[in-house]
């Protein structure tokens, strides 16, 4: 175990689940999650930001494991409500999860930033790790598909992943800054590793490795960068990783996005941490000159995610 | 009865229930209500329009009439989540009221305009009332005391209507544009007359009569103009009005409301209708030139307001 901080880069819910599973294996306060705010939009209104949510939420203990997503002990009456004025309810807003929403808009408003809001978030939640937007001003991520352009949250809640992906945008990318803390976190030598949790490679990290070409710094930051297989076996456990690797004629496999990375991120990762089901491929991408190990990724529960968590340190 | 429209002047509560009489005694589509939107304001990023609201539901059958506000089986789970995060809760917010203002904040976000989302609003609730904000940008009532200058709502509501009052100033009257609605309706000959429902001559009538100056058209229209006294035997069934004449000086009385008009909009007013207590009363209103006649004017239930309505359209 090192006194040095880990950064971690995550999505949603299947990094949260290994950032879950860092900050209880970790001393409190080791873990620094930088977090993708592409996928953030607004709604009747008001400012969403699923990642953070779910970082939020998971690492306070308070989000829904059966349902995967959103609090537990959620209600749905203003949804209900939305539903009787023919409202837009193809977004999920629940009861709880509206008051962040609406404490966060107004705060937003009144001139606060998001790093500064998601900062007092998890500190009222009594979360020890560091949650970082990757970014205060706002990056889109916009799909591109044959039936045109569509905001993520259209294809990725409203279209439920159905439209086929042609390639991906970032509007506001060029004019991003990283998030302060991160970049200072980078530019002194508190700092022992740097991992990229198993979160979609196109939507997920990708913007953040490209707030202000941030991947650079993260490569160069002379720590152990280590990423774990979003693609078990071929398919994703969530999300549609796979499906978007398909459309975009890559390999549907670990060793896909390893060389996805590879050819986009070059010499980014230096250890590939793949499931055991996908043993037969590690070699595949040792010829990368990446080093490879395996291990079970699938993380069901608490103990799974805290082993996880664990081999990835042991690596480290 | 008459087969042009009677234009109503209302805020929130007061206002809404003399309208609901109105709409329950004309024909469908005969009324038409000019609404104060200088007491909307911006809360946890949202849009909020108490008045409008309060004539939506009220005239939908849907307030709750035992509160006195808001709308009927409301629930409470977003305020009691706010209150988890340290967010402001000053400004109950009920789940279904919330759907509301989320649907309009939105749809104001995407560019429409308070005026036609009222209407959509009040389609959708069944409503045969016309419902028409006052203006569609922004007015906004602040209230003048010796601690400072206090925004309506938290005059309102936060403060209780404790702080005294010096005087009254709406921001953005001067570029404010009358519904045009209502303007089309002034400029035509279909308005048969013109009721200034028992609202805080302040706060919620002011603002409208204030908009463009709009009071010299009222005035001009060559229709009767018929007020209710907001202030009964020296109170106000509700809200601060009677404590505001005491603090502004002036008298206490249905007299006092009656010179307040008589001095600020000249020759508007062309009949007052005054509870029975204040019968007494009618002779020094008669002084200033304007017929007076008494009425019980208390709505404690639906036939009250029938009634009240069907003797205010008996007089015009």
Redesign the interface.
């Known amino acids: 175990m090192t006194a040095k901080r880990i950064l971690a880069l995550s999505g949603g819910v299947g990094g949260a689940k290994l950032c879950q599973g860092l900050a209880q294996v970790l001393p409190a306060g080791k873990l620094q999650v930088l977090v993708n705010t592409a996928d953030d939009f607004?709604?009747?209104?008001?400012?969403i930001s699923p990642d953070i949510d779910t970082l939020l939420y998971t690492l306070a203990g308070l989000n829904d494991t059966k349902r995967g997503w959103g609090l537990a002990g959620e209600?749905w009456?203003?949804l209900n409500?939305?539903k009787?004025?023919?409202?837009?309810t193809w977004f999920q807003?629940g009861?709880?999860d509206?008051?962040?929403h609406?404490?966060?808009?107004?705060q937003?408003?009144s001139g606060a930033t998001l790093s500064e809001l998601t900062a007092t978030?998890a500190s009222?939640l009594g979360i020890a790790a560091g949650i970082h937007p990757m970014c205060d001003n706002p990056v889109r991520t916009i799909v591109h598909s044959p039936q045109g352009d569509l905001p993520f949250q259209y294809y990725f809640v409203k279209y439920a992943c159905k439209p086929v992906v042609t390639g991906f945008s970032f509007e506001g990318i060029e004019q991003s800054s990283l998030n302060r803390e991160v970049s200072d976190l980078l530019a002194g030598d508190g700092l022992s590793a740097i991992v990229l949790c198993p979160s979609n490679p196109f939507v997920s990290l990708a913007p953040i490795l490209q707030v202000a070409n941030c991947w650079h710094r993260l490569r160069d930051a002379n720590v152990p960068v280590l990423a774990v297989s979003p693609i078990i076996g071929g398919q994703a456990i969530k999300g549609p990783a796979a499906k978007m690797m398909a459309e975009l004629g890559l390999p549907v496999s670990a060793v896909g996005v390893a060389k996805h990375y590879q050819q986009h991120y070059p010499k980014l990762v230096d250890q590939w941490v793949v499931d055991t089901k996908d043993g037969n491929l590690a070699a595949d991408i040792e010829q990368l000159g990446i080093t490879t190990t395996t291990t079970n990724t699938v993380m069901k529960n608490a103990d799974d995610r805290k082993r996880l968590a664990q081999f990835v340190l042991d690596r480290v």
């Open positions: 607004q709604h009747h209104g008001l400012h209600s009456a203003v409500a939305l009787t004025l023919d409202a837009e807003l009861d709880k509206l008051a962040t609406l404490w966060r808009s107004g937003l408003a978030l009222r």
